[in-house]
C-alpha cells in the first residue's frame, strides 16, 4: 500500500524555521518526481515546489522562492521542506504528492505562522 | 504564477450531468496537454481523478472524464452520485518547469 505521511508541521512565529519530513513507502520512492502542495484554510491549493526523482532539478513558486528549500533523500524514502523567514501567509496544510501526475498524496501536516 | 479560474460552486441533482471549467492561458492550460482533476473531501487528501487532459487513473469511475479546447480545459461527471459532492481543483503544466492550480469548485449534489 502507497503511504505518505508528512511531519515537523506546528506553531512557529513569524521569521521562524521549521522543517517537514515526507516519509513514502509502499513504492519505489527514487523513481518518483515529488512535489510540496500546501493548502490555506478555505483556499484552494497552492504548488510550492518540485524536485526530480535524483534531486539535481528542482522548481520554486515564486511566493516561497528563495525562503523555502526542498530536498530528498532517496536511501530513506524521505521528501524534505526547509521553511525559513516564515510569514503570516505561510499559514497552511502542506501536503507532499509523488509523481508528474500527483498520483499519490499524504495526509498534511499544518503549519501556523502566528506571534 | 496566476491561478486558473473556476467557478466557486456548481451544482446538479443525482444522475444530472455538470461541466466544471477551468481557464487558463497560452502559458499553461493551452500550451500543454498536462492537466489534471482533482477530487477533494472535507478534511481529506486530494485524490487524482483525471489526467494529461481526458485520462483516467485505474480506479475512478468513467462517469468522470476530461476534456481541453484552447485555454479552457473541463471536468464533466455524468450521472452525479451524493458522494460526488466535494471540492474540485484543476492543475496546469506551465512555461518555466512550474505547475498551478485553479482556485477550487465546490460541487454539492442537490
Known amino acids: 500500500e502507497v503511504q505518505l505521511v508528512e511531519s515537523g508541521g506546528g506553531l512557529v512565529q513569524p521569521g521562524g524555521s521549521l522543517r517537514l519530513s515526507c516519509a513514502a513507502s509502499?513504492?519505489?520512492?527514487?523513481?518518483?518526481?515529488m512535489s510540496w502542495v500546501r493548502q490555506a484554510a478555505g483556499k484552494g491549493l497552492e504548488w510550492i515546489s518540485h524536485?526530480?526523482?535524483?534531486?539535481?532539478?528542482?522548481h520554486y513558486a515564486d511566493s516561497v522562492k528563495g525562503r523555502f528549500t526542498i530536498s530528498r533523500d532517496n536511501a530513506k524514502n524521505s521528501l524534505y521542506l526547509q521553511m525559513d523567514s516564515l510569514r503570516a501567509e505561510d499559514t497552511a496544510v502542506y501536503y507532499c504528492?509523488?509523481?508528474?501526475?500527483?498520483?499519490?498524496w499524504g495526509q498534511g501536516t499544518l503549519v501556523t505562522v502566528s506571534s | 504564477q496566476s491561478a486558473l479560474t473556476q467557478p466557486a460552486s456548481v451544482s446538479g441533482s443525482p444522475g444530472q450531468s455538470i461541466t466544471i471549467s477551468c481557464t487558463g492561458t497560452?502559458?499553461?492550460?493551452?500550451?500543454?496537454?498536462?492537466v489534471s482533476w482533482y477530487q477533494q473531501h472535507p478534511g481529506k487528501a486530494p485524490k487524482l481523478m483525471i489526467y494529461?487532459?481526458?485520462n483516467r487513473p485505474s480506479g475512478v469511475s468513467n462517469r468522470f472524464s476530461g476534456s481541453k479546447s484552447g485555454n479552457t480545459a473541463s471536468l464533466t461527471i455524468s450521472g452525479l452520485q451524493p458522494e460526488d459532492e466535494a471540492d474540485y481543483h484543476c492543475?496546469?503544466?506551465?512555461?518555466?518547469?512550474?505547475?498551478?492550480f485553479g482556485g477550487g469548485t465546490k460541487l454539492t449534489v442537490l
Open positions: 524536485i526530480s526523482t535524483g534531486g539535481g532539478t528542482i
Open positions: 497560452s502559458s499553461d492550460v493551452g500550451g500543454y496537454n498536462y
Open positions: 492543475r496546469s503544466y506551465t512555461t518555466g518547469s512550474t505547475w498551478v
Open positions: 504528492a509523488a509523481s508528474r501526475r500527483f498520483d499519490y
Open positions: 494529461d487532459v481526458s
Open positions: 509502499g513504492f519505489v520512492f527514487s523513481s518518483y518526481e
